[in-house]
Every structure is written in C-alpha cells, then in structure tokens.
C-alpha cells in the first residue's frame, strides 16, 4: 500500500532553519546534506510504509498517534502521524529539542 506524504507548513519552516543553521551559522555544508539526504531518504520509506517507525518516545505524543524517525547518524528526527494512507509530517527536531512544546 502506498501512501500519500504531506509535508506541513511547520515541518518545512522547521527544517528550512536547520539548514539556515547548519550552512550559515555552523558552515558546514557536507553536514546540511546528509540531512537532507537521510531525510529524503525517511520521506520515500514513509510513503511505503510508515508503520515501520516506532511511536514517539514521548508518552503524550505517542498517545495521540505520533511516531518519530530517526535521521541515520545525524541527532535529528522527523515527527508524524497516519491518518488512514496519508502520513502527515509535523515537525523536523534536534533530538535534545523539548518538541512537544513546538508542535
């Protein structure tokens, strides 16, 4: 079953600071693209099957449906949920980030 992704407004202005962050604060290039990289890559799994990621590891939020995958060897995870066959990306988080409070 293929699923429909839907990246929210949020979750694209979060990450669009990431990355401001990444190349004009730290200047560091090679790690701005392997998260885009490890996020493209998250993206493309969610649309086949997004249950393969577990819950939240926050209660609250695992508790209204959220799930959280992680970007490999980076310290960012990306935070959604699945309604039915669309996965609704909320948010894109530095991991040590209290997320709850910004979603």
Do not use: C, W
């Not at 939240?56 to 699945?82: C, N, T, W």
Request: zero cysteines; aromatic letters at 10%.
């Amino acid at each position: 079953m293929a699923y429909r992704l839907i990246i929210t407004e949020h979750a694209d202005k979060l990450l669009d600071s990431i990355m401001y962050h990444l190349l004009s604060r730290l200047k560091n290039e090679r790690a701005a693209k392997h998260l885009l990289d490890g996020i493209t890559n998250i993206y493309d799994r969610l649309e086949e099957n997004p249950q393969q990621f577990p819950f939240s590891r926050d209660s609250y939020l695992a508790s209204k449906g959220y799930h959280e995958a992680i970007v490999p060897q980076m310290d960012y995870i990306v935070v959604f949920d699945v309604q039915a066959d669309i996965v609704n990306v909320v948010g894109v988080f530095h991991q040590l980030e209290n997320y709850q409070k910004k979603l």
